[in-house]
């Protein structure tokens, strides 16, 4: 089929499929999503927002690890619709609880999937088979089926069933040993930094296979280990080991080849990096700083001599930005054509003027955590701009409107379903 | 397998966006990266490989465009920008990271590519995007870095904040650019229409802040780096180890709570006590009601010092063993040359070799980022040498007579 769609020309392959009509780019596609915390959720959340239909499914017994396990909780009072923390991951969604270790509530289940393209989850490798909803299974009811499996270590291998976090992962896929000074502790990026690596991968992975599917009609499984998604971040520092043996270690802010290249300390705890990457750059610093003495610096007249005496060079950058505003540090150097920036805090990112330009916080009011914001993608799409279209859903808000108006239950069949607990 | 073999991508990015194309040709699009006639200028980033000719190679190139075929154009003379023209007329997708502004002065922005190729996905990557107060900032990954917030999440309380010492953000940006491309897609298989894709580098980072902006939004707490230790777990505001010094090298390891830690804090407990590392009250501790959400820094140190002066004893390798043993939460803080032996990574057959072929050097590439139907992504082609595929794709793909091609090359138009 695949050969029959590369014969025909281009011109041919997009009319004979065109002539639909779309709000939005996803508009047509229905996700559901088996698992929790972040790996497997904020896909279906990039999804929603460019119109996904998404369904989020937990239980009474086991919501969300993300709702009861982690702050921030509205007024700091714990309950399951109090987290900051499931919320920022699950907007746009609608959630529901099963209980899947019932006859009735795994019924449901396999009626979701029916309804489905995309079946995300991110359990550890075979929960998800113990409980009816394995590829395997679900691959034979349904063949067109778009199905991710995402893990920390992968479906296969020795490890494949070792329980773990993105924010221990971080570290055997490499990134914290990257992160702080060479003769220092390696730090911490705050979370989980590779669950988000392997988000993007997951998102790019069911995009490619839906693709393929509305070309095809083939269904797709797909593997993802977190693990190896997170390592081709660091592609080049792998290569280099096979090349030349080196291990590439932390260093700071420190760039290989130029200098300056750092963060500077600022007024009030603010801080501002700067980077200079030719001659030109750096007399335009000079100049933009009103210190022609570093100019006339032996230790600083070229490149290399900049880079042999880096540290006096940092020390002399940071008495300077010393008592300067980060902010307004910023704007004057990149008037004068320098590379610059503060370093924004949480805090900042609601104020920076870019980032509001693009619309990346956008409020949503939710019954117990009140207006507050979530987080926008990265890509403006032209004609089909994304959203945040509702704030995240309180543990099983969705139930009557997914299986009576989505699924079509009669009244009485489900609430008979919910005396007999399938939704407990 | 080949996903997306269908599509032809235009790949004209630089060291920012490069990443993307790479995603396009491991699902297996037809991807050409189109370079300068002097070649593009990550060519010279490092690291690099000696490889024996006196002209060391970029590694960082040669990581991120495999699966791509390589031409040489000059878009800053007419002739050049006329062929480009006429490639994006044949391309499903054209994926950028210009300078907003640079397309509009050579008249190749979307709307011109477009207007005789409606189904034209045009993907632009910039720092910041193409308008806006930043738009025209210069930015490295450092000052990438340090405006979306990660930077401030790294490094000791009131210390210097740190960036990843392997640049990120054009990783970030790049993967980000693909899922915004694939989104693209799925409404132009509808609808046959193409569009134009703005992606700001500074947001995409902005995803490895994992919830932390939630704290600001929601309770006015702005967090900040903590060293080795983690915060936000406590509303008791207690802070939590997470990088513990071992034999030779570090450990990262959180003590959890709830049904999240239950398990691994009881076979840690055990495992202690067989080393006789164990006093008596953790040994009594009931993990089944054991919680963090509310516990105080000082109930945290209590805990905590028996576990150092435990993991102390211990070698990365024995750690990582334990813990698959006893299928406990945490890992070693891993070097690269750690996880080049990792025996999950061999046993996925994920790492995949990749001859380079003005070297004839044999590198050990990652493999594909995921297993489809049973089948890893595969790395088909190596990175292209300068102008490799110029004769190729000229004379095949736009119809250039032999003539036609040896005049552009004697112009320095290609």
């Known amino acids: ?424 | 397998m080949n996903l997306l073999s269908p599509y032809r991508v235009l790949d004209l990015t630089d060291d920012l966006g490069f990443l993307a194309g790479k995603i396009f040709g491991d699902l297996g699009a037809e991807v050409i990266k189109v370079e300068p006639p002097q070649g593009d200028s990550s060519r010279r980033r490092p690291p690099f490989l000696k490889n024996g000719n006196g002209s060391p190679q970029s590694l960082y190139w040669l990581a991120f465009n495999t699966n791509k075929r390589g031409i040489t154009l000059d878009l800053r003379r007419q002739e050049g920008r006329d062929i480009f023209y006429r490639l994006g007329q044949t391309a499903d997708f054209v994926i950028e990271s210009f300078k907003p502004g640079t397309l509009e002065e050579w008249g190749l922005q979307y709307e011109a590519l477009s207007r005789e190729n409606p189904g034209l996905i045009h993907i632009s990557i910039t720092p910041f995007g193409h308008e806006g107060p930043y738009r025209d900032f210069a930015a490295s990954d450092l000052e990438i870095m340090a405006l979306s917030g990660a930077m401030s999440l790294a490094g000791e309380k009131d210390g210097e904040p740190m960036r990843v010492s392997v640049p990120q953000a054009a990783m970030w940006v790049g993967a980000e650019a693909a899922m915004g491309a694939l989104t693209a897609l799925a409404y132009r298989t509808v609808t046959g229409k193409g569009q134009h894709v703005d992606v700001s580098a500074q947001v995409a980072v902005m995803a490895a802040l994992a919830h932390a902006p939630a704290f600001w939004d929601l309770t006015r707490e702005n967090p900040e780096r903590a060293g080795i230790f983690v915060t936000g777990r406590s509303v008791k505001g207690a802070k939590m180890r997470v990088m513990w010094s071992c034999k030779d090298g570090w450990i990262n390891f959180i003590v959890y709570g709830g049904a999240a830690g239950r398990h691994t804090n009881q076979q840690l407990a055990r495992w202690m006590d067989e080393k006789d590392m164990a006093p008596p009250w953790l040994k009594d501790m009931d993990w089944s009601t054991f919680a963090v959400t509310s516990i105080t820094q000082e109930e945290v140190d209590r805990l905590e010092a028996p576990i150092a002066t435990f993991f102390s004893t211990l070698t990365k390798q024995e750690f990582l063993a334990g813990a698959m043993e006893r299928q406990m939460l945490g890992y070693p803080v891993a070097s690269v040359q750690d996880i080049t032996s990792d025996e999950q990574l061999q046993a996925r057959q994920f790492w995949q070799p990749v001859k380079d072929q003005q070297s004839d050097i044999t590198l050990a590439h990652p493999g594909g980022f995921a297993i489809f139907n049973g089948e890893r992504l595969q790395i088909r082609r190596p990175a292209p040498a300068i102008g490799e595929h110029n004769s190729e794709v000229y004379a095949n793909d736009l119809g250039m007579s032999r003539g036609e091609i040896d005049q552009l090359k004697a112009d320095g138009v290609i």
């Open chain 1, 1 to 424: 089929m695949l050969e029959v769609a590369k014969q025909e020309s281009r011109a041919e392959r997009i009319q004979s499929r065109g002539g639909g009509d779309l709000k939005d780019a996803l508009g047509q596609l229905k996700v559901l999503e088996f698992g929790g915390y972040a790996a497997g959720p904020c896909i279906s959340k990039y999804l929603a927002n460019f119109g996904a239909s998404v369904v989020h499914v937990e239980s009474n017994q086991r919501p969300d690890g993300f709702r009861l396990q982690y702050p921030p909780y509205k007024d700091g009072i714990v309950g399951p619709n109090r987290s900051g923390c499931f919320a920022f991951f699950n907007d746009s969604k609608k959630g529901v609880t099963l209980n899947l270790k019932q006859r009735q509530g795994l019924e449901l289940a396999y009626r979701l999937v029916d309804w489905a393209d995309i079946v995300i989850e991110n359990m550890r490798p075979g929960a998800i088979t113990r409980l009816g909803l394995g590829y395997e299974r679900l691959g034979l009811r349904k063949p067109e089926l778009i199905m991710l499996s995402t893990s920390n270590m992968g479906q296969t291998g020795p490890h494949a069933s070792h329980p773990g976090f993105g924010s221990q992962l971080s570290s055997l896929s490499g990134f914290t040993n990257l992160i702080g000074e060479p003769d220092g502790p390696p730090y911490f990026l705050y979370g989980p930094y590779i669950d988000f690596v392997a988000v993007a991968y997951g998102g790019i992975a069911v995009l490619a296979a839906l693709d393929y599917r509305l070309r095809t009609g083939k269904g797709v499984h797909i593997d993802l280990s977190q693990y190896e998604a997170g390592l081709q971040f660091l592609s080049s520092a792998l290569l280099d080991y096979s090349a030349n043996g080196s291990v590439a270690r932390r260093d700071g802010n420190r760039d290989p080849q130029v200098s300056p290249h750092g963060c500077y300390p600022c007024r009030d705890g603010q801080w501002c990096v700067i980077s200079c990457w030719d001659e030109p750059e750096w007399e335009r610093l000079c100049r933009a700083a009103d210190k022609s003495q570093w100019l006339s610096d032996a230790r600083f007249l070229t490149g290399s001599l900049r880079k042999t005496h880096e540290r006096e060079l940092n020390e002399t950058i940071g008495e300077w930005t010393r008592d300067q505003d980060a902010r307004r540090l910023m704007g004057r150097l990149q008037r004068h054509g320098v590379h610059a920036a503060q370093v924004n805090t949480m805090r900042d990112l609601f104020s920076d003027p870019q980032i509001a330009f693009r619309d990346v916080w956008q409020k949503q009011s939710h019954p117990e955590l009140g207006d507050h914001n979530y987080r926008m993608v990265s890509y403006d799409l032209s004609k089909t701009p994304g959203r945040v279209r509702g704030a995240a859903p309180c543990l099983g808000a969705d139930n009557e409107e997914v299986f009576i108006e989505w699924l079509g239950l009669a009244r009485s069949e489900y609430e008979e379903l919910r005396a007999k607990g399938a939704f407990s």
